[in-house]
Structures are given as C-alpha cells and as structure tokens.
C-alpha cells in the first residue's frame, strides 16, 4: 500500500558555529551539565545522563545581535576560604576565641556552611567580544549579574582550583582577577600587564597558587596569584617559512605534576616542565593551527583539536633511562596514542569529563555539532555521537487548517505553504479498489521506495517576517486558522494578526491590541479553536489571554483580553484576570521553566511539562491547577493528548513513555503493565523523542498508533498489542546457554515475519532495524548516504518534499495465537531510520469527495487533495484496508504526514570551506 507524506527540505536553517564548551564541576552531585557557547551569542545547557549515553539539550539563554560568547566557565565553591571562617565563627564566639573554635574540627557550623555550600547549584559564567562577564541564572536563564571587564574584549576565561576565583585574559593584554566569593562578582586586581597582547589563554595549576597565559607574542607567561608578578617568560619557536611571524599560543594546560602543556598556530603541541620551562616533548602533531586542550584530573591524557579537524590523544610512557647524578625527577616521555577526525570543519573547543565507569570527550567546532565520545579510553576505535544540528525543541509550527508551515529562525520568521499535486491522489477503481496515485499507477513499489508525483504547485514562501528583538528568538507559534502568530525574544511577546490583501492576494502583519504588555514567554501554544493564547513566561508564571469577540466600547481596538495568570512556582492557582494578587500557599514543588504545553482536543484541558520533570495539568473552565502528575524519571521531551480519549501521553529524555487518564487521575492500564518492558531496542536510543504524532489509521481499531519521532528515527507503537517480557537467559556454570532460535516465517506471516516484509529489514526484539548488524548505540544509516548507498532525499527542486515511509504498523494478528513472542515487538515497535534529520513531523486532514462510502483499500493520508509540499508515494504493504475516520456525506476526510527535514550535507554546504592556513584567527 502506498502512502502519502510530504518531505520538506525547504526549511533553509543554518545553526551557528561553536566557540566553547564546559561541564558542570564534578563536585556538584545531583547533576551534570554541558555549556556549549555559539558564535550567535547562545549559550545551550546540555543535560548528561547515564554516564554520557543521554544528551538533552535542556535549556538555550538566547543571545543576540550585540551579544558574543568566546568563554564559559563554572564555579562550585565547596569549601569555606580562610575569611569565611573567621567570620563564621565570629558570629558566635569572641574574637579571641575564633582561632580556637576553627581549629578545632567538626564544629556544626562549620559543617553546616560546608552542607551549604556543597548544595548550592553551580554559577555559570560567560564572556565575549563586547567585554561583559555576566553570571546565569540556569533555571530561568536571566542574568544575575554583569560587569564589565575594563580590559576589552574577553578571549579567556578560568575558574581557580578553589573555586573562589576567576580569571580574565582580555585584548588590551591583561590579566584581570575577579573574586567570586559568596554569590560575589568583584574586581579585586590585575596582574603584571604584559606588551600589550592578546592573552589568548589560561590555565591554574592544581592548588591556584600559579597562572600560566599564552599571549599572540610567540611567549608563555607564568604569574605568582600571591605576587601578582610573572615568574617566568617562556619563548615559543617562531615559523622561519613565515617571515618569523609571531606565534599564537591558543591553548595551554598545567598538569597536576606541573607539566605544562600548549598548543600554537604552529601545529605544535609542546611538554615543558614547570619549573624553568623547558620543552621536554613536541609534537608537530597538527597540519595547521592545534586550537585547544584538553586534560583529565589525573593529568594522565592529553587531547588536542586543530584546525586540520584531527582530534590527537597524547599519554606518557615509562622512562627507562634516570639520571644517577640528580635528585630531581626526570620528566615523562610523552607519545602520541591515537588520531582521529570526527569533524568535517575545524575544532575549536574540547572537554574532557572525569566520570565513572569512563571519561567523556566532547568537541565542537565550525561544523556546529557537538561530538561527544563517551569511553575515551577506547580512542580512537570507539563510536562517536553526534548531536543533531537544530534544537530538540521543534522550530516548527503547523497551520493545519491552511498547510502553513511556520519555521523560527534566530531573528526571522519564515511561512511556507505546502504545494498541491497535478492530479487528484484518489481515484474510483473497478469494485471496491481504490488507489493512491503515483506517476505510474501500474507499476508495483519496493516496500521502501519513493515515487514522485508531479505537482501543479510547488512549496512557496508566502511571507517573511522581521522583528524588531534584541536577541535571538525563544519561542513562537501560530493559531490552527491561521489568523494569529505569536514570537516572543528574551524582552517580550509579539502578537500579530495574519491579514490579506483582497486586491493583491499579498499576507500583511498588524499588531495586536492587548490589555495587558505580554512579558517575555519561553513557550508558546494556541487552543484548538485559535480563541486562547497560553505564554509559559521566563518569571516561572502562565498567562492565559483570550480573543475578545464582544467589542468594548470603552476599548474598541483591544482583540485580546488577559483571562488568568497562574503562577506555577507557588501554588497553581490562577488569578484572575487582572495579573496580580497572590496565591495562597500550596503543596506544589517548586516551579521550573516550562517547556512543553499541550491543549486537548476538546479544549477542556491543557498540560504543561517543566524541566524538573514536573507535568501538571489544568482545566479551562475552573483556570485551576487540576492534577500533578507523579514526577517522571527526566525531563518531559513530548506531550499530546490523545484525539479520542482523555489520556495525557508523555515520553521524557531517557525514552520512558507514560499514559495517564485524566479524567480518572492515574496511570493508564498500559503504563502499569509495560511502561517497564520497553524494548531495549527503544529504550536506549541515544537520540530523544521530540514529538507525537496519530494519524496512521488501522483496520479493526478506532485508536491509531502514536508515532514517535526524533532526530533520526521514526518509530510507531501499538499500546493495543501487548508487550511480552523478554525471555530470560539461562546460564550455566561453566558457558551460557544459547536462548533458541526464532521460529521460521510462516505462509501467514503469524508465527514469523510477514512475508511482505524488505529483506534489507531484520527485527531484532520487535524493531524493524535496516541493519542487522546495528548496535545499541547505533544512530541508523549515515545522514551523508541512504542505505542504498546513494544521497540521502536530494532532489533537483530543493522546494520540492518526497513522501516519506512513516513505517506503520503490520496487519493485526488474526485470532491465531502467537506461538513466538518476540514477533509480538514487531506488532507495536515499529522504527525506521531512512529519514534525513527530522525537525518535525505532524498529520494533517483533508476532506476528499468519494464515490460511495466503501472503505478505502490501503492507507490513504490526506497530502492528496490540497496543497501538499512535494508529494511522493510509497509503498508499504503491511498496512491493511483504511477506514475512513470520519464520514460527513461523500466527504471523507483523510490523513497525510507532513515531514520536515534538514539533510547534514545541507548545512554543511552552507558553511565556510575548511581551513588550512598557518595563520589562523588573525
């Protein structure tokens, strides 16, 4: 059977490049985190889970036109200085007594402040080009503070050992100390200034009590914190082949054992012992500028990025030789271990994690994906992740009633409409067959195949939108009419009212009348009937405005009305609509960013998913808090309504999917039996799920199966099938017992694989895998090829969208019983992983006139009868005879999916050409 959907290439997003990236201390217990600053002005906050396996990106404080982020580092004080333990125990002793109280250990204020400290979340800090240093409120991504470094711009930029203070390399040459202290940001003293640099870098040594820069003057400095004087001028070998241009020293490391380590746009990684500065090993590693380091706290490994896009592992070796003469150690010889190159542009930043069971790498650079290596001691063989190149938070919004497609750029919004075919997709056959057209109906399609089908009108930019903002866009949304769009900035919210031009069919914007200045929102949704605008806002409260169809005499232009203003972090509890007064107190945890929100159907409820794993739901007609769903094991990264019954559905960044009813207030019979026994396969996928879609019809089931969809796969499950335990695995004490062998296919396809089923498919645990060889950790085929081995989906009209396999399920089991279970996972797991990069993924509905009311045979979308972006068709013969979900006279109404994707080799073609050049940066 042949489906249609539309794959949209037409979404030109580029991301901007990476400059730096940092994890959370190590010392902070309860979670860890990536920094990864763009050249945009973002700074992203990755969430790490299960020992560098999950990868979330959690939260983005947004930058700006003006905005810049070089450097970013994080502080965790967890032990007291010696001043804050004088005035510790001078709050409750006399001064003559404060030296005996501290001495002597144990003393519970003295734990008390050390439980304080421990339990404080780390301080984010950030600098850039425009010589700001501000510090982040990571939950609600405001800035706490901001001053300003007196020194230019900021290149660099280092926490000390003890946490307690940080360190400024800046263009004018300086070297500024800053205390942070006690939630403190205060300049305390320059070091010695050198001739005028640019401190490119800087690195502490294991106890603070040294500071090595590396400067664009071909020297390492070495300062004394306590003297603030330079100790040490080390010179760096100068290029004779470039007429003895200076030397660009970019990165530099102190190893705990006082090795100092550098990397200059020479391409030469450099030992130096720590005392005179003596180079010990080189390595002209690199074919062009080694741009950064990295190092575990051992200081047993050393990586180095260049702009050659080679990652390079150093570690040292044992010595036999030793000088009998001296007492002093001799140094350590250094070797490089391995090489690799995970980048197709240079490598700008590194991080190396010290974590348990193994040590986690990332990288980033031009090519603007993070790279993320989770057993480095298996470098350079192990597997690499890369993340996905757009935000898990779609950028997409759909306009269904119109097929609008609206994409959220940095500073720009963009409506597309999708193209209509040349020739309707449904066509009365003789009996009761019916099929859905391609360019050659008489032609039988491969289960996987595409087949384009000529279009009367491709997709077109309808119109462009430019808003005045003073950073880049959070959020933005557009009602289901396609009458309202909503964006909002870290400033405000814009609401705007989408018009036509009767005379010159051209689309105008007017901006709407509101009672109330709409603060800024990090989430955005419309009601179903496009009357309620919800804004989850930066300062943790909702706020509900609604279409004011009554005119106001008093008010005749207003067209929205604030109805309720409930404030999350406090009780839940709206209001009213005036936006002030306060809540009484409330048993609710504590409030985090929303992320998610999702409006049932019916618009009787809508849901919102905070970061902190909190899901409540609330009821429109009371504008009260309704229900907290019991906290979920991570972030929620999908929430939707199911479009028939009252089930909240959620799937969160580990892949857990719950079901709840609402109405009833508990989890589903589903969640209760097999929220446990996802398949493995599923369950630990490393891309996240960012979306649930229905709209695959099944014979013999009003319930359509959810498709979940990510960055790289589609998988559509069945919670009507039941999801067996896997068997168990029997050992013996001295080998394994191999479990047995699957049944052979049957004629049927009951006890085995259905006979229609590719032969490039294998099922492995209920999935539907293109690979049978594939490993857990596997992404799918490369994003570069398709499995046939050619270029993934592009096409001459890059405008123009292919039908993609949505993948649905297989005919239902007969009332046969299964005698295989593992042929049961094939029934409700179902992926495929042929799509390019997915950003979005969405049904639509079209109302077809039919002959006569006979079901359809084979599964029938909708992209057929209205304008669909390129339409293409595929086959997929396990699905069985759809039936009509609704049947209004002749008129049928029909899915299609709507798929949007965004190819690597797109972006990278977008991207500047790899560089070689010697002089770099410059």
């Not at 396990?878 to 002749?890: A, F, I, M, R, W």
Request: proline share 7%.
């Amino acid at each position: 059977m042949e489906i249609p959907a539309h794959r949209c290439r037409f979404v030109d997003y580029v991301p901007s490049e990476i400059r730096h990236i940092s994890f959370s201390p190590a010392s902070w217990p309860k979670s860890s985190y990536l920094a990864c600053a763009r050249a945009n002005g973002d700074i992203e906050l990755w969430r790490v889970r299960e020992a560098g396996i999950r990868w979330h990106l959690e939260r983005t404080i947004p930058g700006g036109p003006s905005a810049s982020a070089e450097a970013v580092a994080w502080s965790h004080q967890t032990e007291p200085t010696q001043a804050e333990l004088r005035d510790l125990m001078l709050d409750d002793h006399d001064e003559d007594e404060a030296e005996d109280v501290s001495s002597n250990g144990g003393q519970k204020e003295l734990e008390a402040y050390k439980k304080k400290l421990i339990n404080t979340a780390p301080r984010l800090f950030t600098a850039g080009e425009d010589a700001m240093i501000t510090e982040w409120n990571t939950t609600t991504l405001e800035s706490k503070k901001c001053v300003d470094s007196n020194g230019g711009a900021v290149l660099c930029m280092k926490v000390s050992p003890s946490q307690t203070q940080l360190a400024v390399g800046c263009a004018d040459g300086s070297i500024r100390l800053f205390s942070i202290i006690q939630d403190r940001l205060e300049y305390i003293r320059s070091l010695d200034r050198t001739d005028k640099t640019r401190i490119l870098s800087l690195a502490y040594n294991h106890d603070g009590s040294v500071l090595i820069a590396g400067g664009a003057d071909s020297f390492i400095y070495r300062y004394c914190i306590k003297t603030s004087q330079c100790t040490l001028r080390m010179d760096m070998d100068r290029d004779t082949r470039n007429n003895n241009d200076e030397v660009l020293v970019w990165d530099v490391l102190i190893l705990r054992d006082g090795t100092i380590v550098s990397a200059d746009s020479n391409g030469l990684v450099q030992f130096r012992e720590g005392q005179f500065g003596t180079v010990t090993n080189s390595f002209k590693a690199h074919k062009a500028d080694a741009l950064c380091l990295a190092t575990n706290a051992e200081g047993n490994v050393v990586f180095s990025g260049s702009v050659d896009r080679n990652v390079i592992r150093y570690i040292p070796v044992e010595t036999t030789s030793h000088n009998s003469s001296s007492n002093r150690p001799q140094p350590k010889k250094w070797i490089i271990s391995g090489e690799k190159r995970y980048h197709s542009h240079d490598v700008h930043t590194i991080a190396l994690k010290t974590n348990k069971p193994f040590d986690i790498l990332a990288s980033g650079g031009i090519d603007t994906s993070l790279i993320i290596l989770t057993d480095v001691s298996m470098f350079p063989r192990n597997t690499p992740y890369r993340t996905p190149h757009f935000p898990h938070r779609p950028l997409i919004s759909i306009c269904k009633k119109k097929r609008w497609v609206m994409a959220m750029l940095q500073q720009r919004i963009l409506v597309y409409r999708l193209g209509a075919p040349a020739q309707p997709l449904i066509e009365r056959k003789s009996g009761r067959e019916e099929r859905i057209f391609g360019a050659d109906v008489g032609k039988e399609i491969s289960a996987m195949s595409f087949k384009r089908i000529p279009l009367a009108e491709t997709s077109k930019l309808i119109f462009e939108v430019n808003l005045m903002i003073t950073s880049n866009l959070v959020s933005s949304a557009i009602s289901p009419d396609g009458k309202w769009m909503a964006a909002s900035d870290k400033s405000k919210t814009t609401l705007m009212s989408i018009q036509q031009d009767q005379k010159t069919g051209k689309y105008f914007l007017k901006k709407a009348h509101t009672q109330t200045l709409l603060l800024p929102s990090y989430t955005i949704a419309f009601t179903p009937d496009s009357n309620r605008l919800i804004l989850a806002g930066f300062d943790l409260c909702l706020r509900i405005f609604e279409n004011n169809t009554v005119q106001d005499v008093d008010h005749p232009n207003l067209t929205w009305v604030a109805c309720g203003r409930i404030d999350t972090y406090h009780s839940g509890t709206c209001t009213g609509s005036n936006d002030s007064g306060s809540n009484p107190d409330g048993n609710v945890p504590t409030s985090d960013l929303t992320s998610l929100i999702a409006v049932s159907g019916d618009g009787q409820w809508f849901a919102t998913a905070e970061l902190n794993s909190i899901v409540r739901v609330y009821h429109f007609d009371s504008m009260k808090l309704d229900w907290i769903l019991p906290r979920l094991p991570s972030a929620a990264t999908a929430l939707v309504f199911h479009p028939v019954t009252p089930t909240l559905i959620v799937v969160t960044s580990t892949n857990d999917i719950r079901m709840y009813n609402i109405e009833k207030k508990r989890a589903s019979d589903w969640t209760k039996e097999y929220s446990q026994q996802i398949p493995h396969q599923f369950k630990k996928r490393r891309d996240i799920v960012t979306g649930i879609g229905f709209g695959i019809p099944v014979d013999g089931s009003q319930n359509e199966p959810m498709v979940l969809w990510g960055p790289k796969y589609v998988c559509v499950v069945d919670v009507e099938q039941p999801i067996p335990e896997p068997p168990a695995q029997k050992f013996k004490k001295t080998r394994a017992v191999s479990p047995p062998s699957p049944p052979q296919p049957t004629q049927g396809g009951v006890n085995g694989d259905n006979l229609n089923t590719p032969k490039s498919e294998s099922t492995i645990n209920g999935f539907h895998n293109h690979d049978a060889s594939s490993n857990d950790d596997d992404d799918g085929p490369s994003p570069y090829k398709s499995t046939n081995g050619h270029l993934n989906g592009h096409s001459s009209n890059s405008n123009n969208s292919l039908l993609s396999p949505p993948h649905t399920p297989q005919q239902r089991p007969s009332t046969v019983p299964l005698t295989s279970q593992s042929n049961q996972f094939m029934e409700n797991f179902r992926m495929t992983y042929s799509l390019s990069p997915l950003m979005y993924l969405t049904f639509l509905e079209t109302e077809v006139p039919l002959p006569s009311s006979d079901p359809i045979e084979g599964n029938v979308p909708e992209s057929l009868c209205k304008d669909g972006d390129d339409v293409v068709m595929q086959d997929t013969p396990d699905l069985v005879q759809l039936k009509p979900s609704k049947d209004v006279g002749t008129m049928q109404c029909l899915k299609e999916m709507v798929i949007i994707e965004r190819p690597e080799l797109e972006v990278l073609q977008k991207l500047p050409s790899a560089h070689r050049m010697i002089k770099y940066g410059m």
